[in-house]
């Protein structure tokens, strides 16, 4: 019975896809569209089906993806593979290499406990000090699954298995409210920096692309700044309000924190590397305005230097499984969301766009069509799958509508981050702070959801009033 | 004092590295020679330099190549990573994945105990039933390492200890034998496909580059049908000859190999399913003339439906650390190769060819360069290393004296594959099969000089009379 359940049921996930993309395909073509770029269009979509419905892993469905732009004819191959040489692509990569460093050495844990020995004695500090470790690692580690999922949740999980906080009975103790406490900080953290989440240069790139506006690391960081802080000074607090831990004093996690750093003892040769590389990554890529040194490379050379310095081997680097995973997905899903918006399909679709929209004041369409983009995540599991489909069209009609081409950039880029807190598969860590199995489904949902409203209030009013003062609109 | 042997063992190789990539670029600079295509001859030079010296593992030699390129201006950094674009780099990496498939699902295994069933009763037949595995794989596996090293290699050794003949006292009774043969036999079969091996399909590029010669999978297969087969039917009997196994028959073997057949049992689904995509593959490939489908695409579907086949799962494709390993280096080299026969370089080289070579009969200019092509083999560790180096300058100075193309680009092609037999590191299964520990270096090496011999005469001298009954020059 359960056997066949399942063989329907993938079934049904492949018909969604070929559905879509043979729908699409045979669809009427609009005029002025050139063949091409309707099939590109089909099979971007079904790829885009595929990333939702899974009915395999997202890396299979993207690699599908691909080569049926090659098999129909819609690309040479090397075109369809350019995304594989595209340089975002190799920062991302490289991001997988930087957190197997920091785990490797023992400095993303140094940085945890000192946070913690310094914070850790009530339990909101605790939260705020997992926080504030993430988003010092989200400067130059744009993999939240590497960052946050590899690094701070073997520690989270410690830190309340030492209060014997279990999924259970005890969850509420202290595991639950840590979880929900990281996880919606984590997305604030994307949200926050370029580097943030792997999606953020795509956006970059969308950005460039559709409005001319060039995102640097320094100018999203600016741009990201007072409303970030807020929201993440805020979210905690009213997570400790609506789902306060029943441990409010936690002591121990200092001492806990205490004895990990004596243990860890005093910094290895190879954590110095590591914490110099971090360095001269970040401020690297902070000044890149001076320099113009590319971002990717930047990266290849903290690659460069950790394996010079000794810290990673060629063997981690061939056998760093995730890393080889995002790297087939991403390139090949870059390569798609790039060729798309280059057709004459984006210029078409900002045309009509334009004329539906005629007549609406522009902050109204921004404001509408900003809360459909965000709430539109309940339907991804990915947030690369979303930005990917839905970053650039609705740019595309919030700018025809009128909207100031930098504050519409910046709204959509940041809350394209800040959407992941939903659900709890909202972005790479969720199922796997979710799968803990502290909290409840419809807990995680409904915190989420209240957390938006705050976000939501933060990101688009005050934000809004700081891009102001920047002269950005 | 061994430690400090180490060190300073390291030291002179990144010396060698550094004044290599210093001095070129340092050096007087040829009248019109752009800075650009100096540079990258230094990087280049450096990089080929590295590969050599090994002062780290070959993969991080070229990706610090990459990073020389984009820090240096060279290029811009997508370019640099173009490479990992190149359909011929995904051929290679999904050669790991139909290694990966043969292994899995015991069909290499079992395609090597049929052979050795048929034949195997004698040592002789059964070198030849290895050695024939080896070639039916080498028809889509164009990765020796993980057909010859990963699936041939176990069962030779099987075989060997089946007869108690191990490294030492032991080891002429057969194992000595099996291991000189299949590899002698290896290097040949790699010049027999462009499958055949990772760098054949980089010849193809740089023949086409330089010579304008297409050599397509049946093109190259034609040419190297009757050299081919001589050498594979005559080099086992010269093993045979001079390094006899002391057990001549081997009725054990056969036996050995019925059991496995028996424990194999009839073919699983997921066996069937790789026949299948191991059938069409191939297929494809010979007759690309007929439907223009690019390498490529074809090597994409075939791991397409390994995975929808559930050969492979996404797993087994990200965690194939000998795939990345290839990746990584191999993509960095085609980009620096191709590039550097890209620039006004090549066309310089070939005009001071011209002048040195003018009054040279292009015979006498092909057999010579040929040679010294070949025994420079003595100091490359990689067919690809010594390929990305000497093919172009060899192939254009040959032509330079007035040799005629597709003989050139032919014979300089196949000699690229068989040269690799002269040494326990000629190329990736070398230091597998002379590391089992059976052959002593200097009987290696001696087998290796004396198959040379009878591969040049074969290759060069019936292979030339091939060549022209084919009308190719």
Redesign the interface.
């Known amino acids: 019975m359960d056997r066949h359940r399942e063989i329907s049921s993938t079934v049904v996930r492949w018909g969604v896809v070929f559905l879509t993309g043979v729908g699409v395909a045979l669809a009427p073509r609009p005029e002025g569209i050139a063949r091409e770029s309707w099939h590109l269009l089909a099979i971007f979509l079904a790829t885009i089906a595929g990333l939702i419905a899974q009915p ?2 997202g ?2 469905m993207v ?2 993806g ?2 049926a732009l ?2 129909t004819g819609t690309m ?3 075109e369809a ?7 975002i692509v ?1 920062l991302v990569l490289a991001a997988f290499f930087f957190a197997r460093g920091m785990i490797k050495t023992g400095l993303g844990r140094r940085i945890a406990f000192l946070f913690i020995r310094a914070v850790g004695r009530h339990s909101l500090g605790l939260g705020y000090a997992l926080a504030a470790t993430d988003m010092v690692l989200a400067m130059i580690i744009p993999s939240n699954g590497a960052r946050c999922g590899g690094i701070l949740f073997p520690i989270a999980r410690s830190l309340a298995e030492a209060y014997d906080s279990r999924p259970g009975d005890s969850a509420r103790r202290l595991g639950a409210f840590l979880m929900v406490l990281v996880y919606q900080c984590e997305v604030i953290v994307c949200a926050m920096f370029l580097t943030g989440q792997a999606s953020n240069p795509l956006i970059a790139k969308f950005a460039e692309q559709v409005a001319g506006i060039s995102l640097s690391y320094a100018r999203w960081a600016v741009g990201a700044i007072v409303p970030g802080v807020l929201s993440f000074a805020l979210i905690p607090v009213l997570v400790y309000r609506l789902f306060p831990p029943e441990q409010r004093r936690t002591p121990e996690a200092a001492t806990f924190a205490e004895v990990e750093l004596k243990r860890l003892g005093p910094m290895s040769r190879q954590e110095k590397v590591m914490l110099l590389v971090f360095l001269v990554v970040a401020a690297l890529w902070m000044t890149m305005s001076w320099h113009g ?2 971002y ?2 930047i990266a ?2 903290g ?2 230097l950790l ?2 310095g000794g810290v990673l081997s ?2 981690d ?3 760093e ?2 890393a ?2 995002v790297f ?1 997905w991403y390139g090949g899903l870059v390569r798609m969301g790039g060729a798309l918006g280059e057709t004459d399909l984006t210029r078409r679709f900002a045309e009509v766009a334009a004329a539906v929209t005629a007549g609406w004041s522009w902050w109204g369409a921004l404001l509408v069509l900003a809360l459909i983009y965000f709430y539109a995540h309940y339907g991804f599991a990915s947030i690369t799958a979303h930005v990917t489909a839905m970053y650039i069209p609705f740019l595309v009609v919030v700018l025809a509508a009128g909207a100031p081409a930098p504050l519409a950039v910046h709204a959509l880029a940041y809350l394209s981050n800040v959407m992941a807190g939903l659900t709890h598969y909202g972005t790479t860590p969720a199922p796997i702070y979710f799968g803990a199995g502290y909290v409840a489904q419809t807990v995680w949902w409904r915190l989420g959801v209240i957390a938006s409203w705050v976000n939501l209030a933060i990101w688009l009013g005050i934000g809004a009033v700081w891009w102001k003062a920047l002269g950005w609109w």
């Open positions: 395999m892993p890396g299979a690699l599908l691909v080569l090659a098999v040479p191959v090397g593979l350019a995304g594989y040489a595209d340089p190799w040194i590319h990717a490379v290849l050379l690659i460069a394996l010079l060629w063997e680097i061939i056998s499984r995730g080889w995973d087939l």
